[in-house]
């Protein structure tokens, strides 16, 4: 048989020619002016990528300075889990001794209470660790700026002098009238709380009377050390406490708890902790951007330059290229061009990233992490950025395969031709629009599944943001159509501007993603942030209102104050004539028993009732004074509800039952009472509870009633409660039994979501310049076309600022529905999680993105007056 001849006609082949294409590829990619201005959005998502994950990083502290902050120059840490009261021998030197016995090369064993009262007013109390200082055993952390370190018992060093005011030489007084003698003052590096490093004796040293006053004073001895079989120190540490003995009182531990609990903390275990923390915390500044903006930005960059690479792929096929090899070119160029741009976006990323590290590191005031896997998070975004240009470029190749696979019709007349020509297209087309809503409605219901039953962190919220963007995105063409619909063709150049995008929509929709994905990405965060703040400051209350001074229990204020205390301010009349309130809880718990016993609660809540004598002891509490109907309920035997308390009554009132329970078993249950809502602020004192009625009331329904209860003083003005304070240091009596009012200190969100917020809204501003300012470059050919024909250059600049407000517009409000929706489901679904929108804030950002997009089209249309 002889051999057939070669198909000469290779125009119809959907199969690429590989060395082809790459060198066509090569040609097109380097044409340089069509390239650079559609990659510039590649190469700020790889610089925002790099630059976050370093800035992330810098914030977090990695495994090996976590050692160093709680191991210090050692290797292993034990806490031995026994209190020692003050005055007591401590069992420091025996665990010191029993581990170089038992084989370690170094070992030091301290004290630590955290209880230690300064002499000041407001009271409030400090840390103390007592060791040898003068080995410097935390080399890293502790940093000695004046003096020496303690040797004596009695001698300390004061981190934070500024807060502590006590300078070396001087005199520090703490618990009541002991003095510590200051011989230095140090640096702490990783956190700005006051400490006293003790001198080894001092603990010793202390009166044991010093309990009496201040019953919580206790301090835990810990081990440090170096070297040696970790099992055989645990063992002998443990034996030489169990042995441990203050004079007559054995410290035997038979058949008790272990004293030395297992397994303790080793250095090498820290050291493989990565500094990932807030990469981890904070989704939202580096995990989900690092996915989304890559991916968009290479979406955007293929929608820029499709038009230009359509006409570029007609050029060459009706030379003769297959339609294959001239989409496999120009999509190699593509992505060849994305990866570059990425490359060098994340150079100048890392470059920035460590040129920020001595600026967080200053607002921080803490040693930086160590950056950790940039090549990994360089290595991700390369892989991602090419994966996607991949499956893109694989895209119009499977489109242009189908075009290219439709047979031509021979048969049909003129007039059914292009129905017969689109029908593959079309059946094609309508597969990946299914595809596309199925996968979106999925996404939606994953939405709301993840809402009711995920929902409980800030961190699972950023997530929330990231499916609704991923939703909104995949049901971006329905929302594209729509906002063009409503650019009306009433005037010829919105005529021109919609009938241009709807004809180059790919383009547009790919710009619109990029956008609204940014956009949302950056609202979300502002929101998430004030959120958080105004929901801080719900948890950061004062413990009573200013002139309230409430005399409770150290342990908690639930419980009544010590008869001690009483009577020296019963001596002192310091509190004379002024209102004074017993406060009684409906429950038979006391301070020595907190099992479970009988409490009264609300039916269906589970904070406690209070009880006092008369309805004029509620506005001692309150603040403010009762209304007659307030007054009138409360003597017929009704129930005044905190106005804030879940399921609180309406105004106009709701009857409701009182619950005794104990341990979940409900011993009786009241009949219906009438309850009234009941405004008072939050304050520390009612955490916990749920109402007030009075005492008679109680008797006579046979609830459990507490024999003594806190006391609530009020009117005490003019430095009355700071008094007050004053005289029971003056007594070595704890004088934080003694609430009195400090002014909470506003909170301050970590300085990691500040600089997330900062670096997307900065993304948000360079994306809306470099997205739009790209549309004009791909819109030049089109405005050049029209006013070749004879249209006005004013109506160029007009067609482009339409679709510029078309684009940004939509994408402002997709971007407000992603950043508010989460928002919302946050504070519905966290209890105490209060909603707060920073209208103002996103308002500003919105005006400097309108403003800024505003500027960069007058500047890009201006070359169009020629």
């Not at 004796?201 to 919580?216: F, M, R």
């Not at 050291?271 to 996915?291: F, H, L, Q």
């Amino acid at each position: 048989m002889a051999r057939q001849p070669k198909q000469a006609d290779k125009g119809n082949s959907v199969l690429p020619q590989p060395r082809l294409a790459a060198r066509l590829a090569w040609r097109l990619g380097r044409r340089q002016g069509q390239w650079i201005g559609a990659s510039s959005t590649v190469f700020v998502a790889g610089l925002f990528t790099m630059a976050m994950f370093i800035a992330l990083s810098t914030l977090s502290l990695s495994g090996a300075q976590e050692a160093d902050r709680d191991l210090g120059r050692f290797d292993a840490l034990a806490s031995a889990e026994m209190t020692i009261p003050p005055g007591s021998k401590t069992p420091v030197p025996a665990m010191a001794r029993a581990a170089q016995q038992a084989g370690a090369n170094e070992s030091a064993a301290f004290l630590t209470a955290l209880d230690v009262q300064l002499a000041v007013t407001p009271a409030r109390n400090v840390t103390l660790l007592e060791g040898q200082w003068k080995p410097n055993p935390y080399p890293d952390v502790y940093e000695l700026t004046a003096g020496r370190w303690p040797q004596q018992p009695g001698e300390v060093v004061v981190t934070d002098p500024a807060d502590v005011k006590a300078a070396a030489g001087q005199t520090l007084t703490v618990l009541g009238d002991l003095r510590l003698r200051v011989v230095g003052v140090a640096d702490n590096h990783y956190a700005k709380t006051s400490a006293l490093l003790a001198a080894p004796g001092t603990w010793s040293s202390l009166d044991p009377k010093v309990a009496e006053g201040y019953p919580s004073l206790a301090a835990q001895p810990y081990l440090l050390w170096t070297g040696g079989p970790e099992q055989a120190v645990m063992d002998a540490v443990t034996k030489a406490l169990t042995s441990y003995s203050d004079g007559s009182s054995s410290q035997e531990a038979e058949g008790g708890p272990e004293l030395l609990p297992g397994p303790p903390t080793l250095r090498a275990q820290l050291e493989t902790r990565a500094a990932d923390y807030w990469i981890e915390k904070s989704p939202a500044g580096y995990a989900i951007p690092a996915v989304l903006v890559p991916i968009g930005a290479v979406l955007l960059m293929f929608g820029l330059v499709d038009r230009r690479l359509r006409r570029t792929a007609e050029t060459m096929v009706s030379l003769g290229l297959r339609p294959a090899t001239t989409v496999a070119a120009v999509s190699l160029a593509c992505v060849a061009w994305c990866l570059a741009a990425a490359t060098a976006g994340a150079a100048v990323g890392v470059a920035t990233g460590c040129a920020l590290r001595p600026l967080l590191a200053y607002l921080q005031d803490r040693p930086v992490g160590d950056v950790e896997g940039v090549t990994d998070a360089a290595a991700q975004l390369l892989a991602l950025v090419a994966a996607t240009g991949v499956l893109t470029g694989a895209g119009l190749l499977l489109a242009r395969r189908t075009r290219s696979e439709q047979p031509l019709p021979t048969t049909t007349s003129p007039a059914h031709q292009p129905r017969a020509k689109n029908l593959g297209k079309k059946s094609v087309a309508t597969v990946i629009r299914d595809v596309r809503q199925l996968a979106a409605l999925g996404v939606w219901c994953v939405c709301v599944v993840y809402t009711a039953t995920r929902l409980d962190t800030p961190s699972e919220g950023m997530f929330l943001t990231a499916l609704i963007t991923a939703a909104v995105v995949l049901t971006l063409p329905e929302f594209f159509g729509f906002a063009t619909r409503l650019l009306t063709e009433h005037d010829a150049r919105r005529r021109l501007a919609r009938r241009q995008l709807q004809a180059d929509r790919r383009r547009a929709q790919a710009a619109l993603a990029v956008l609204t994905v940014i956009i949302g990405a950056s609202l979300g965060m502002l929101a998430l942030l004030d959120t958080l703040i105004r929901s801080s400051e719900n948890t950061v209350q004062p413990e009573v209102l200013p002139g309230q001074v409430l005399l409770a229990h150290r342990a908690s204020s639930a419980f009544a104050p010590p008869e001690r205390m009483l009577t020296v301010l019963k001596e002192s009349k310091v509190l004379e004539g002024l209102p004074q309130v017993e406060l009684h809880r409906l429950s038979k718990e006391t301070v020595d028993e907190t099992g479970p016993v009988p409490s009264t609660t609300r039916q269906g809540n589970e904070g406690g009732i209070l009880a006092v004598d008369s309805p004029d002891d509620v506005p001692v509490l309150t603040g403010r004074p009762l209304t007659a109907d307030q007054r009138a309920l409360l003597d017929r035997g009704g129930l005044l509800v905190w106005a804030d308390r879940d399921n609180a009554p309406p105004s106009e009132g709701q009857p409701t039952r009182l619950v005794v329970a104990e341990d979940d078993r409900i011993l009786t249950e009241t009949p219906p009472l009438p309850a009234k809502p009941l405004e008072l602020a939050r304050t520390g004192w009612r955490a916990g509870t749920d109402g007030i009625l009075l005492v008679d009331t109680a008797r006579r329904l046979g609830l459990p009633i507490a024999a003594q209860g806190p006391i609530m003083v009020t009117d005490a003005d003019d430095g009355q409660d700071a008094r007050v304070q004053q005289i029971l240091q003056d007594h070595a009596i704890d004088a934080r039994a003694a609430y009195i009012y400090v002014e909470p200190e506003p909170p301050v969100p970590d300085t990691a979501l500040y600089v997330s917020a900062a670096a997307l809204a900065l993304l948000a501003l360079f994306t809306v310049l470099t997205a739009l300012r790209g549309q004009t470059r791909a819109l030049k050919t089109y405005v050049d076309s029209l006013i070749a024909l004879g249209i006005p250059p004013s109506w160029g600049r007009h067609i482009i600022l339409w679709q510029y407000a078309l684009l940004l517009g939509t994408a402002t409000l997709l971007g407000l529905f992603i950043a508010i929706v989460p928002t919302v489901a946050l504070a519905t679904q966290i209890p105490d999680f209060e909603l707060s929108i920073p209208w103002g804030q996103m308002s500003l950002l919105l005006a400097t993105l309108a403003l800024a997009s505003a500027l960069a089209a007058t500047r890009s249309t201006l070359a169009l007056r020629r």
